[in-house]
């Protein structure tokens, strides 16, 4: 894609290495803080909420990227699966279009949040990092559990009707949320997607 080839070559020297760590190793040090001291309210002081942010809390448009995966004892797995698939991304696309995938599940975060007035959370853009993980590498296979071979198309699967469900499911402002939330993805792979979706019909003669 030449848009952003272009946007690679302007943003190299704005790069983060190792991006995931950074923001893995904070998730951990929240979910930490939040055990220790369960009495602060920590995970809603760094929310996206638009309406906190118009009162002048405008760290929230970055912070709520810490806000850990999950609750309980899944936590810290969630995490380190995330960074784990951050690490592949950036190590498969380079630094810098890692970087600009992020971002981008970012801003489409902030702005879904601003355009329906609810809250946002970081899961969307977390399952987008994962998206981006299944397409890239749909035929790799991974130890469910630690015991059981299963393929990462699968669990692309997976995910991809969570998302229609939850889309079905959901009001329009949570669909607005959702489909902004995954933008980057939409971004990155729909124009592949949809070429493999057309080689894929039937033609007529």
């Known amino acids: 894609m030449k848009w952003l080839d272009r946007l690679e070559r302007k943003f190299d020297r704005f790069s983060i290495g190792n991006l995931m760590q950074y923001v893995c190793l904070t998730m951990a040090a929240v979910w930490i803080f939040s055990i220790l001291q369960p009495y602060v309210p920590l995970r809603s002081l760094i929310s996206l909420s638009p309406y906190r942010i118009r009162q002048g809390q405008i760290w929230r448009l970055i912070t709520f990227i810490f806000e850990?995966?999950?609750?309980?004892?899944?936590?810290?797995?969630?995490?380190?699966?995330?960074?784990?698939?951050?690490?592949?991304?950036?190590?498969?696309?380079?630094?810098?279009?890692?970087?600009?995938y992020y971002l981008f599940g970012i801003l489409g975060a902030v702005?879904?949040?601003?355009?329906?007035?609810?809250?946002?959370?970081?899961?969307?853009?977390?399952?987008?990092?994962l998206?981006?993980?299944?397409?890239?590498?749909?035929?790799?296979?991974?130890?469910?559990l630690g015991l059981i071979p299963f393929k990462?198309?699968?669990?692309?699967?997976?995910?991809?009707?969570?998302?229609?469900?939850?889309?079905?499911?959901?009001?329009?402002?949570?669909?607005?949320?959702?489909?902004?939330?995954?933008?980057?993805?939409?971004?990155?792979?729909?124009?592949?997607?949809?070429?493999?979706?057309?080689?894929?019909?039937?033609?007529?003669?």
């Open 68 to 100: 850990p995966p999950g609750y309980g004892l899944l936590t810290p797995f969630l995490i380190l699966f995330y960074y784990w698939i951050g690490r592949s991304l950036e190590y498969y696309w380079g630094t810098t279009r890692f970087n600009l």
């Open 111 to 129: 702005l879904g949040a601003f355009l329906t007035g609810a809250t946002g959370t970081s899961e969307y853009l977390n399952l987008s990092l």
């Open 152 to 205: 990462l198309k699968w669990l692309g699967w997976i995910e991809g009707v969570y998302l229609a469900l939850n889309f079905l499911a959901g009001s329009w402002p949570s669909r607005v949320a959702l489909l902004l939330s995954v933008a980057n993805f939409l971004l990155f792979f729909g124009p592949t997607l949809w070429n493999r979706l057309r080689r894929s019909w039937p033609r007529r003669y």
């Open 131 to 144: 998206l981006a993980w299944v397409a890239l590498f749909p035929d790799m296979q991974v130890l469910l």
